[in-house]
């Protein structure tokens, strides 16, 4: 069975630093693909980066990069020069096979302290 | 372009009650999904459909049945709500990978039930 495991419950970071969001999976497939998202304290879900199994590059979106390490089975978020405005839940779900369900993490509660 | 649209936003119901959670996309998009996210938890899947006219359980399925009414709207009937059923419940659409983009599920702004 597919698992997605965020072991940081809450995470401070200081304004302005960088911060990595951890998130491992377990999966047998060798198609599969990661997604993180955020869900600010307004509720809604919203989509931040993705990357493929096969993707041989790390993605990189704005200030959200991706640190895939596929031997160790992890996808942790980076976020650079933090923001007020980055204080959220932080999702990592993973879609495996040809499906587009997703199974999702237990988030972490990221908290920027100006 | 609305997005994901899901009425209502808000919801009381007694145990044993019916409701049925409605959801519109208008971005063309093959597939819907439904969600459940209980405090402090990430989201499970409940039910969703690839395609018009096909729908399918998720991990969590019991006690709700769905209907991909068309390819825009996917609605979710609660036939006798039980206080485990209290969550907030999110729809979601997206086109498979390969389509258009990576395959991301575009969400609603969520329908915050509470049974009593």
């Known amino acids: 069975a597919q698992k997605i495991t965020q072991t940081q419950p809450g995470m401070f970071v200081q304004e302005k630093e960088a911060v990595t969001l951890d998130c491992t999976y377990d999966?047998?497939?060798?198609?599969?693909?990661l997604f993180w998202y955020k869900q600010p304290s307004s509720g809604e879900m919203i989509f931040l980066i993705y990357q493929g199994s096969y993707d041989e590059q790390n993605a990189t979106e704005g200030r959200y990069s991706l640190n895939f390490q596929k031997a160790r089975k992890s996808a942790n978020l980076v976020i650079s020069a933090s923001q007020l405005g980055d204080s959220a839940m932080y999702f990592c779900a993973m879609r495996f096979n040809a499906g587009n369900m997703l199974t999702f993490g237990g988030g972490t509660r990221l908290m920027v302290k100006p | 372009n609305a997005g994901v649209t899901q009425t209502p936003k808000f919801q009381v119901l007694k145990t044993g009650q019916s409701m049925t959670l409605q959801c519109a996309q208008d971005m063309n998009h093959n597939s819907m999904y439904w969600y459940r996210q209980d405090p402090g938890m990430g989201l499970r899947l409940i039910y969703y459909?690839?395609?018009?006219?096909?729908?399918d359980k998720g991990e969590v399925p019991n006690g709700y049945n769905v209907s991909r009414l068309n390819k825009r709207e996917f609605s979710l009937r609660l036939e006798s709500a039980a206080p485990s059923q209290t969550s907030v419940y999110f729809c979601?659409?997206?086109?498979?990978?390969?389509?258009?983009?990576?395959?991301?599920?575009?969400f609603g702004p969520g329908t915050r039930l509470t049974v009593t």
């Open positions: 999966t047998s497939d060798q198609s599969y693909g």
């Open positions: 979601a659409s997206s086109n498979p990978l390969g389509l258009a983009g990576v395959g991301e599920q575009y």
């Open positions: 459909s690839a395609s018009e006219g096909t729908t």
